[in-house]
């Protein structure tokens, strides 16, 4: 068997008391030291009231710093988890970028020499005889007409 010897809690308690009173008596000495610098630089501050709000103005000056401190602190621990994530997952280039658009017109045949003279034959499967020659010939008039008449 294994007896375990008891902890004495007394005097883990009265150091720590004695630690916390000596810190205290140090943060009293501070404020009386820093007191009497504003004291001297500022004789408005005798006056015990003056004193009472310069100290709450401090008290609440440490407390808005340590308050952001800590809000910064959980910021930096919380951007660490979505980063180890995201580096655990790797994303391809395909997914990441946008393929290249199709070009709309398309290139140039150099091999291909141009025609000097077009005949019937080759023009045949590219055109579409209009049904009736004398109304589109009619339509083609009246659109010229509207072109010259916007002329004059």
Known sequence: MIYYKAMDLHGV???????????????RGLYHRVLDALI???????????QKLCGLGVLALLLFIIAIALMT???RRNTGAPQ???S????SGDELFLPAEPDLVPDILLERLPRPMWTIEDIRPFWTP?????FWAG??????????E???
């Open 13 to 27: 308690i009265d150091t720590s008391k004695k630690l916390i009173f000596r810190m205290v008596d140090k943060l």
């Open 40 to 50: 001297y630089r500022f004789p408005a501050l005798e006056d015990s009231r003056n």
């Open 73 to 75: 602190g959980q910021a």
């Open 84 to 86: 180890a994530l995201a």
């Open 88 to 91: 655990g997952l790797p994303i």
């Open 130 to 134: 209009p049904g009736d020659e004398e």
């Open 139 to 148: 339509e083609l008039r009246r659109a010229v007409d509207q072109l010259l």
């Open 150 to 152: 916007g002329v004059r």
